[in-house]
């Protein structure tokens, strides 16, 4: 008999996939134009026009042995240098390319880190909503993650819940901000207070305990006012985990880095716990062709305002339906309560109007959908008609 944990995952997809897997489905019985596919973040918008120059020219000016050929396990020794120079230049830091490590995106990235600070049974705490596979992640390492709420009605930082869960099993806390499901961007202030939480309990402990960032989303923020903290800036034992898959609208290639900071006073230690949990899982060596490239375009962004505009005109028109949205800061994607208490329901009937939105449950936050607006601008005004009929088929009970 082989692994049956694995066989579970492998034989049931997460509910966003189940739903992306339905919507293909659904498109081929009665049209891609009739069906409004809400469920997968999926960039919409192209990668810049930087990032086709780059590739081309580095396809045609590079050896191609030594494109195609491996680099360092924790990549490109220039890469990782000019990444980290940026990051100073940006966030006022110290790292260094040995600061670095590459990966094949933010899973890999969190898999990688979390493999490396857990030991069997440790805890990562998380504040729902949260991205489902983080509790995969955390249990595939021999770990448990524990979720705890954010503050009610405005899904920021709770300080309070967080330090309840704190305890001597505690190994690290993991942000998303601006975050997947709700778009919220963490304020400075809660971090800074987080940070000092952090602190106090490593000391009482004498046991540390690390901030981990999700960062995938970080330069998709629409609003001038609204700054994502850099959590390096705030607390010694931080890891961001980052990837160009959104920035960049590169999903596909799956090119990210973890960063650690240097800061910590046990920095070698686990910056060698990530070289070797990198080792032990196989995730050595990111493909060498988009190092290459994101060396060249580490501070181009896709053009978001396609996302600003979709954001604007489904929070209005949802808003004006009766529908119960925070405002998400960044993202792409709008967290809507659901208009019954079973979130699961909810999203069944929105399917007999052809919408296809996630229940928030997997996501640790019940009685939510999760609506991903990286679509095409038509593509919501087409489904405004239907999330209204789905809002008046509520009122008529």
């Known amino acids: 008999m082989i692994n049956q944990k694995n066989v579970e995952l492998g034989r049931r997809r997460s509910s966003i996939r189940e739903l992306f897997e339905y919507g293909k489905k659904r ?3 009665i049209g891609g134009d009739k069906v409004f596919d809400f469920s997968i973040g999926n960039p919409s918008v192209p990668a810049p026009a930087e990032v086709h120059t780059a590739l081309k020219e580095i396809i045609e000016q590079t050896d191609p042995v030594a494109l195609h050929s491996y680099t360092s396990a924790q990549g490109d020794f220039s890469v990782r240098k000019t990444l980290a120079d940026y990051i100073n230049k940006r966030f006022g830091t110290s790292l260094t390319a040995d600061c670095l490590y590459m990966t094949c995106g933010a899973a890999a990235s969190l898999t990688i880190v979390m493999n490396a600070l857990l030991n069997k049974d440790e805890e990562i705490i998380t504040v729902a909503p949260y991205f489902p596979e983080y509790k995969v992640f955390a249990e595939h390492a021999g770990g448990r993650l524990v979720a705890v709420d954010s503050a009610d009605g405005t899904f920021q930082l709770d300080l309070n819940r967080i330090e309840a869960a704190i305890n001597c099993r505690t190994k ?9 499901p709700s778009g919220v961007v963490y304020n400075a202030d809660d971090i800074k207070r987080l940070a000092k939480l952090l602190e106090k309990y490593s000391h009482k402990f004498s046991n540390a305990i690390y901030l981990i960032s999700d960062e995938p989303y970080r330069e998709l923020v629409f609003d001038k006012d609204i700054t994502v903290p850099y959590i390096m800036n705030y607390y010694a034992r931080s890891i961001v985990c980052y990837s160009y898959s959104k920035s960049l609208s590169l999903p596909g290639e ?11 006073k046990e920095f070698e230690e686990v910056y060698a716990g990530i070289c070797g949990a990198g080792r032990a899982l196989g995730f050595v060596c990111a493909p060498n062709l988009f190092q290459q490239l994101v060396k060249r375009v580490y501070d181009k962004t896709s053009d978001i305002s396609i996302y600003k505009h979709n954001r604007d005109r489904l929070y209005s028109a949802l808003t004006d339906y009766g529908y119960t949205v925070v405002r998400p800061d960044g993202a792409f994607y709008l967290f809507v309560k659901a208009l019954e208490e079973d979130a699961r329901a909810f999203s069944e009937k929105a399917k007999q109007f ?3 939105v996630v229940a928030g449950d997997d996501f640790g936050c019940k009685g939510y959908v999760r609506i991903s607006y990286c679509v095409a601008p038509d593509m919501i005004e087409r489904a405004l008609p239907a999330f209204k009929a789905l809002a008046e088929s509520y009122k008529q009970k």
Not at 172 to 180: Q, T, Y
């Open 354 to 356: 052809e919408l296809l």
């Open 254 to 264: 799956r090119i990210g880095y973890i960063a650690v900071s240097n800061k910590m």
């Open 172 to 180: 690290a806390v993991l942000i998303n901000s601006p975050n997947n």
């Open 27 to 29: 498109k081929a019985e």
